[in-house]
């Protein structure tokens, strides 16, 4: 069994910073990439940020240049540093460990910015 567990959202006003974790354990054999989705009310899930195996990074254009990821292998956690947030950030923030087999998704975290 595998449990992704996601920290560190919260309620902040436009152009702060939040720093997100999320840790993975239990029978997680080989992790290929960890990222961020979220889902603002209303809309779909999208791709926020996403650090594959190999250290490669993609970001959503939206996020570009405020936010960063990075991970600690050692540990199987990755964050998301964010900073300027603007009230469209808003949403729920949800990570996922992609193996080679599946993905694992986390149960999400709240982050609020305010404007």
């Known amino acids: 069994q595998v449990q992704v567990v996601e920290s560190g959202g919260g309620e902040v006003q436009a152009g702060g910073s939040l720093r997100l974790s999320c840790a993975a354990s239990g029978r997680l054999f080989s992790i290929d990439a960890m990222g961020w989705y979220r889902q603002a009310p209303g809309k779909q899930r999208e791709l926020v940020a996403r650090?594959?195996?190999?250290?490669?990074?993609n970001y959503a254009d939206s996020v570009k240049g405020r936010f960063t990821i990075s991970r600690d292998n050692a540990k199987n956690t990755v964050y998301l540093q964010m900073n300027s947030l603007k009230p469209e950030d808003t949403g729920v923030y949800y990570c996922k460990v992609d193996t080679a087999f599946l993905g694992y998704w986390g149960q999400g975290t709240q982050v609020t910015v305010s404007s």
């Open positions: 650090l594959g195996g190999g250290g490669s990074t």
